[in-house]
């Protein structure tokens, strides 16, 4: 029965990112090691995230249920460096910009999906006592590569010579969404006390608000060129 619950879980974080492989042409234009690469840059660029929040942001002393509100502001800012990763990973790239974004998207959610979330499913789901975490976990998982996705779309659509000038502030505003997310969610849960189900719910349409306005953007942007 738990090998079972783990055969559910593993197929509901990871079946959504081989039919996005699949369904998308990444595997027409032999993607996989282009998606790797990124992949790969994934990692070092959350090495160096590590490396710079456990120099210049040391763990927060204050009371209990305290929100340190500034430090963790700040440390959401670190995320700045998931732009400048995503943008190199494109740059490195020849093709069409929905290749470019794709390939991008693709390695990174499936690299941190791997780092993040293998581990915790491998040990946890195969427990004795069921526990609906890992399958909000995997649920998490799809948020993440539909929130992966939108936000290289915007730093595609952002780092563009020719992009309109009507189109700078949405775009930022959604590059600042993109990055603040977590820290806004994170506010959200302490300000309202909301529980893992609705936490999950409105991560979802969070990201699917984003999604559709970075598509929006995307797809009126591709057609007015």
């Known amino acids: 029965m738990t090998l079972f619950h783990f055969g559910n879980c593993f197929a509901l974080a990871y079946f959504p990112y081989f039919i996005t492989y699949k369904c998308s042409g990444l595997s027409e234009y032999n993607a996989f090691w282009r998606c790797v690469q990124a992949g790969a840059t994934y990692l070092f660029v959350q090495l160096c995230k590590m490396l710079f929040l456990a120099t210049f942001f ?15 502001f700040m440390k959401a800012t670190v995320d ?52 609906w975490k890992y399958i909000q976990m995997s649920f998490d998982s799809n948020i993440s590569l539909v929130h992966y996705i939108a936000m290289a779309a915007v730093v595609w659509m952002f780092t563009r010579y020719d992009l309109p000038k009507s189109f700078r502030l949405p775009v930022t505003v959604l590059l600042a969404l993109c990055v603040y997310k977590t820290f806004l969610m994170e506010l959200f849960v302490h300000v309202f006390l909301l529980g893992s189900w609705t936490v999950l719910l409105v991560k979802a349409v969070l990201t699917g608000a984003i999604s559709l306005c970075s598509l929006f953007l995307f797809v009126t942007l591709v057609h007015s060129n």
Do not use: Q
């Not at 040391?58 to 963790?72: I, L």
């Open 58 to 72: 040391p763990t927060w002393e204050g009371g209990a249920g305290v929100y340190d509100f500034v430090g963790e």
């Open 80 to 131: 700045l460096a998931d732009l400048l990763g995503l943008h190199l990973v494109m740059s490195r790239n020849a093709g069409k910009g929905e290749y470019k974004i794709m390939v991008a998207a693709m390695g990174w959610a499936t690299a941190e999906l791997v780092m993040s979330r293998c581990l915790p499913l491998w040990v946890g789901a195969r427990g004795i006592e069921f526990d």
